[in-house]
């Protein structure tokens, strides 16, 4: 279908098409975590139209929920609630985001200054790989206790997931995360397994989001130490994403056959995307990243105009006035759930071995052995200690960190101070576009 042949039916037949893609992977991450699935439908899509308004209206990418995130949004929820069951632990997840997104911000203008193989010299695959591989381990054992609800709906999701992922055809290859929720959804309903009474008391129209859930809730009230401690939990997550970010424009370029990495520029897109994550962050939303199942619906369709990926975003805002549609969504079964979690999580720990593995990271040089080895046995050690967490005294204050935020750090600082980082970005096409944390 050529561009000039898509007339106002056409587009909104694709732009639904849009949403159906990106549906699935974008409310799983508010069913995970316990944020609104329909501030998360919200800031989808008006961070998509945002990010269009960054980058010139030129980029045909929709944003969606972040999976990385998952991690820091558990950090953060047990930190919080540590201190009081009556502490909404939102706001604070929330405000930790917010500045994550602002670290996008930062690193779009120093790539505009100085280029980015100078500014990603500090952020090499043996720091970025390790993180995200502790990412997916430190949340596998939440999803093997949700399939224990029913381990054979949580082993159907899975199977259905792997049967569309590895033979699905056209649209339906794009989309197996959806296709795995569905099918365990309506076999689970069958059989008894799902109340559907929270979606017969829902409204049909309602707003989407909640004041209690804002940052803006916490003013006046707020408790400083779990501030500090959500936001080091969640900014170095950013690390990582901003690596995904890098891989999803490569994407989206090669399949358009334009280079957006030039026009309008990857600090345009970086910079969108981070100002898109902090809004949708401190009304209680996800983190944001482009999204790798509507690149497949460009390749598919053949379709480029980014005025078609717009009109999803339209779309994904209406439906998000409904607290019905959102009922619906989180009325699905736990252990439908559990299963297509095992997956994802187990798919966020072998993309960090990937990115290790396509950058050629050298183990028999004892710097990169060090750094990795440390940032895992941090990172894995602290999160299943009593504790959870790292905690101490500044002054009066009480500051916990994750066991991902102290690897984090421990990483970035031996990578920057240990001498031997031979790291080039941009040498390596396939290396540096290996993190892509979608299924």
């Known amino acids: 279908m050529s561009q000039k042949s898509i007339g106002p039916g056409n ?77 909404n632990w939102i706001p604070y997840a929330g405000f930790g985001v917010i500045f994550a997104g602002l670290v996008y911000v930062v690193i779009s203008q120093l790539f505009r200054a100085f280029g980015p ?48 992922n590895i033979w699905g055809k056209g649209m339906f290859k794009i989309i197996p995360i959806l296709m795995g929720v569905l099918v365990s959804y309506i076999v689970a309903a069958l059989v008894g397994q799902v109340d559907f009474t929270e979606v017969k008391e829902a409204a049909w129209i309602g707003l989407p989001f909640k004041l209690g859930d804002t940052v803006f809730s916490l003013a006046g009230k707020a408790d400083g130490a779990l501030l500090i401690s959500a936001l080091v939990a969640m900014v170095p997550i950013s690390l990582a994403t901003i690596v995904e970010h890098i891989g999803d424009m490569c994407a989206i370029s090669s399949t358009v056959g334009k280079n957006f990495i030039a026009d309008p520029g990857l600090h345009r897109s970086l910079l969108g995307d981070g100002i898109a994550t902090s809004v949708a962050a401190a009304f209680g939303a996800p983190a944001n990243t482009t999204y790798g199942e509507n690149t497949g619906v460009l390749a598919l369709t053949g379709v480029y105009d980014p005025s078609v990926v717009r009109l999803a975003a339209i779309i994904a805002v209406i439906l998000s006035f409904s607290p019905k549609f959102a009922a619906l969504v989180h009325c699905m079964p736990t252990a439908t759930i559990g299963g297509v979690s095992l997956i994802l999580y187990g798919m966020i720990s072998a993309v960090g071995v990937r990115n290790v593995v396509e950058n050629h990271v050298d183990f028999t040089k004892s710097r990169n052995v060090i750094i990795a080895a440390l940032i895992m046995s941090l990172a894995m050690g602290i999160a299943f200690s009593a504790s959870g967490a790292v905690v101490f005294n500044v002054g009066s204050v009480t500051i916990s960190l994750s066991g991902l935020a102290v690897a984090a750090l421990i990483g970035i600082l031996l990578n920057a101070f240990l001498p031997g980082n031979d790291y080039e970005f941009g040498v390596d096409h396939q290396g540096d576009t290996s993190v892509n944390f979608k299924v």
């Open 11 to 87: 587009k909104l037949i694709l732009g639904f098409q849009h949403v159906f893609a990106m549906f699935g992977a974008t409310v799983l991450v508010p069913t995970l975590t316990g944020l609104s699935v329909s501030t998360t439908l919200l800031f989808a899509g008006l961070g998509t139209l945002l990010f269009h308004l960054i980058t010139k209206r030129k980029i045909p990418a929709f944003l969606g929920s972040s999976f990385a995130f998952l991690g820091g949004y558990a950090a953060v929820r047990t930190l919080v609630e540590a201190q009081g069951a009556d502490i």
């Open 117 to 164: 193989s100078k500014v990603m010299r500090y952020f090499p695959p043996v720091v970025t790989g390790p993180i995200i591989i502790c990412i997916g381990i430190t949340l596998a054992s939440s999803a093997v206790n949700n399939c224990a609800a029913s381990w054979p709906i949580a082993i159907l999701a899975v199977a259905v997931v792997v049967i569309f």
